[in-house]
């Protein structure tokens, strides 16, 4: 009796390693899979959500539905940036304070900022931007914008995008070295994407307002606007204009906070 | 039976302290709660352009995402990002070798920091509700009570949901990922990205027998007063089923799911 | 018996698997499957009170012995019984008469006093307040804890935080007391305490004490009664001095030099030379001839004759294999 329970145990603890076995084998591929789905879900999702509103109108302010979708591809796009370069860098930031591999990085020859906020990728969340090309042009085509200029001053305007996000990052790291605390900017970083999710002027003021001045605006509204051919000309200007304002004034933060780490640790 | 209880006052307590401890995480987490509101802000603007969907005015659609932002903090899902943290950093051990059962453990790390976040939470709530005019919940001492007992079935069918989905990972290291699909889907029938009557018709239904609406949707619409006697009843029976069954599916799947890890090692 | 290990079998699958796309591939159809025996056929038994060193080679199964033990792993084959109980059932009784503790591996709670996790392990064991208070008096002043219980675990350094994990696992009075590598990554100092510590917390106490290291230190400290796993075999179960008698064949002589000089003439294996200071390997039979030359030749402040360090003892025993 004991004999044949010590067997039927063997053969399933055997039959449960071989099991885990054959999973432990998906697992890389697994974790491709994981997020490629994800991704591909959350993008599914987006578009199902947003049709809720529809049941209700044909337009929200001037959206239509196309054009939303163009909306919430610049949105993964983003996003899909933000979680490739800015969150795994801000991570590292802290970590470098705190076991001081920055003042390593410090005597490097190259630019400190460069290395800091360029060191690390997410290779896996690459995905999203690609994803929320598709997005776009689906969203595009499907808008009956014209084809001309705009094609130009969106790609003007979605760099300027990047750039405001990239500004925002290195705002965020010269704050997480003089504070010392990841993981609520990484909050900041993420609320803020999440809030250009919509455009801007769904949000009506005075909420509008804010979000125009603290440039939530230039993530998503701004390069959408741009493709459907409705940006205004005030906005073709001051959109780069306050970009480039941005970042040199997070530069100009960051070698602050510099000098003051250098100072501090003489 | 007591010992039990005991031990997780006694560890909620320990969690609660932790989650003090870090007022900046504390306050990212609160600034968390205005995600709901985004939503709100965009049925806002429904309303304001083409009239009050299935009779929602503006008022319905505040008071209920404000309750709703109170809710959202009530969710079990830290057990599932704990659960994998530990099983991947081999302190899952540690829990195994404590006599509490680690579901408790689990359990009573959430509720601490869940009554931390709610103590915080609540007061700017109830303030609000003193405040603004649009924020009528016009509760009757039964309903108060309905509405309590509510949200306490809300948060046990959401930790037991989350610890079900966590003993995956006995096999599987993509439970967050699995986590985040499930929860992605489940927000269409909770009452998150728009109350359930402003659903279409057939996920209305559906939804009313679905696990996720007992997290957020059932309690809230509960609290602003939009369900009768017998919609109350069903709702109340519908999440005790639910409850029933996922502690039934996890002492089931839970004797395998150790057993597996100590085949396999931790 | 308070452990009885009966022909305990612990066998792992694990994959191997080349890197590249094809071998993936291939591997989905066919996947390789490597088989990792951890432990193969481990026996002994350990009276209430004893404290049992195991020492071996990283990966020789002794961390596999004591998670089996704890119930943390369920054998392959064999059996195990601690206290009566079969550890992988995981009886809340048995839990409650056992501590583990894993060096570099956290039970504390991190952003708290060490105290907070203390008055939780109070209720989860089930400590009555008396025996509390008495246990932790006791500990905090045999650990020498007063000044580290009030401030968070994590500000602790590594020796504090050890000294405060031991506390926390011996609150409530374990009769069975597993230690994995507890002096890992420890200072000189703090290794002393530790050892110090769990000589006498046995003495006064009689815990079982299964203790693994690859430090040779903690267990010449500690234990009277050493086993020696390698490669998930048991090669040695014995005392120091019979390990060291039955593998050490020779001796180390220590030569402190009044100035530099030549040691050619000596015709012995040189160990080490740091100009000054000479160690000498000489095989038992030779210490008295070669003692006797070095005096002679060598301008000597002073001499030593010492037993092999263990680890080469053990590495010999390994060799024996």
């Known amino acids: ?177 003089h504070l010392i605390g990841g993981t609520e900017l990484q909050q900041i970083a993420y609320g803020a994407v999440e809030l250009a999710r919509f455009p801007v002027q769904l949000y009506r003021d005075p909420f509008q307002a804010v979000l125009t001045v603290v440039p939530v605006v230039l993530l998503t509204t701004l390069p959408a606007e741009a493709l459907l051919g409705r940006l205004s000309p005030y906005w073709l200007v001051a959109g780069p204009a306050i970009t480039a304002v941005s970042l040199v004034v997070s530069r100009l933060a960051w070698l602050r906070v510099l000098r003051a780490y250098s100072g501090a640790s003489a | 039976m007591a010992e039990t209880v005991a031990s997780i006052a006694a560890l909620t307590r320990a969690a609660a302290t932790t989650a003090t401890a870090y007022r900046g995480r504390l306050l990212a987490g609160l600034l968390t709660t205005f995600f709901p509101l985004l939503l709100m802000a965009v049925w806002l603007t429904v309303v304001a352009t083409s009239g009050p969907p299935r009779g929602w005015t503006a008022p319905d659609f505040i008071s209920y995402y404000a309750a709703a932002s109170l809710l959202w903090h009530l969710s079990g899902q830290n057990v599932i990002w704990q659960w994998d943290e530990d099983i991947r950093g081999g302190d899952f051990s540690i829990r195994l070798l404590r006599p509490v059962h680690p579901f408790w453990q689990y359990a009573a790390n959430d509720l601490g920091q869940r009554l931390v976040m709610l103590g915080l939470a609540a007061p700017v709530f109830v303030a609000a509700t003193l405040v603004l005019p649009q924020l009528g919940y016009h509760l009757t001492a039964v309903r108060l009570l309905a509405t309590v007992v509510a949200v306490l079935l809300a948060y046990a069918v959401s930790i037991t949901m989350a610890s079900l989905v966590a003993l995956l990972g006995f096999w599987s290291t993509q439970t967050t990922n699995l986590w985040m699909l499930w929860w992605g889907l489940g927000s269409f029938a909770s009452g998150w990205i728009a109350p359930l009557e402003v659903m279409p018709g057939w996920l209305r239904s559906t939804a009313e027998w679905l696990p996720f609406r007992t997290t957020m949707g059932f309690p809230v619409e509960l609290m602003t007063g939009r369900l009768s006697a017998a919609e109350t009843a069903f709702g109340f029976a519908v999440g005790l089923g639910w409850l029933a069954l996922f502690t039934v599916l996890y002492l089931v799947v839970w004797k395998p799911g150790v057993r597996r890890h100590q085949a396999v090692g931790g | 018996m308070a452990i009885d290990v009966d022909a305990l079998v612990k066998r792992f699958f694990v994959n191997r698997r080349s890197p590249g796309l094809r071998s993936s591939i291939r591997h989905v159809l066919r996947p390789e499957r490597h088989e990792v025996t951890a432990l193969s056929g481990v026996s002994f038994r350990m009276t209430q009170g004893e404290i049992v060193g195991f020492l071996g080679p990283n990966g020789a199964g002794k961390t596999s012995l004591l998670k089996c033990l704890s119930g943390l792993l369920h054998p392959t084959e064999g059996s195990a019984r601690v206290l009566g109980h079969v550890p992988h059932r995981r009886e809340p009784a048995f839990l409650r008469q056992i501590s583990l503790v894993m060096g570099q591996r956290n039970s504390l709670f991190w952003d708290l006093p060490a105290l907070d996790a203390y008055e939780v392990n109070r209720t989860i064991y089930q400590i009555p307040r008396r025996e509390y208070t008495e246990s932790l008096d006791e500990l905090v002043e045999l650990l020498r804890l007063q000044s580290l219980l009030r401030k968070p675990v994590r500000v602790l350094s590594l020796g504090e935080r050890m000294r405060c994990e031991l506390a926390g696992a011996l609150l409530h009075r374990p009769r069975v007391l597993f230690l994995d590598e507890p002096t890992l990554g420890l200072d000189v100092t703090a290794q002393s305490a530790v050892r110090s510590f769990l000589a006498d917390y046995n003495r006064r106490y009689g815990a079982t004490i299964l203790l693994t290291s690859h430090y040779m230190a903690d267990v010449t400290a500690l234990a009277s009664r050493v086993i020696v796993i390698d ?91």
């Open chain 1, 1 to 177: 009796m004991n004999g044949t329970r010590r067997w039927a145990d063997h053969v399933r603890i055997i039959l449960i390693c071989w099991r885990a076995t054959v999973a432990a084998e998906f697992q890389y591929q697994a974790n491709f899979l994981a997020g490629l789905t994800l991704s591909i879900f959350w993008m599914v999702w987006a578009a199902a959500g947003l049709a809720v509103y529809f049941q209700f109108t044909g337009d929200l302010l001037g959206w239509t539905y196309p054009e939303l979708l163009v909306v919430t591809g610049l949105f993964f796009t983003v996003n899909g940036i933000r979680q490739a370069v800015l969150q795994p860098n801000l991570q590292q930031i802290t970590e470098y304070v705190r076991l001081g591999t920055l003042d390593f990085l410090l005597t490097k020859p190259a630019d400190t900022q460069l290395l800091v906020t360029l060191r690390r990728l997410n290779v896996g969340n690459l995905l999203d931007p690609g994803l929320g090309l598709i997005f776009i042009v689906v969203g595009f085509v499907l808008s009956d914008a014209p084809v001309g200029w705009n094609l130009l001053t969106f790609l003007l305007l979605f760099a300027t995008s990047l750039l405001a996000l990239y500004a925002l990052m290195v705002l965020l790291m010269a704050m997480a070295v």
């Open chain 3, 231 to 321: 490669h998930g075999t048991l090669r040695f179960d014995g005392d120091l001095t019979t390990l060291t008698r039955r593998y050490a064949d020779h001796r180390v002589v220590k030569v402190r030099l009044t100035e530099r000089a030549p040691l050619g003439a000596l015709d012995v294996d040189t160990v080490t030379d740091d100009g000054l200071t000479v160690s000498l390997r000489v095989s038992t039979d030779d210490v008295p001839a070669v003692a006797a030359r070095v005096l002679a030749v060598l301008p000597v402040e002073d001499l030593s004759i010492e037993e092999p360090p263990i680890d080469e003892v053990v590495r010999a025993v390994f060799a024996d294999g």
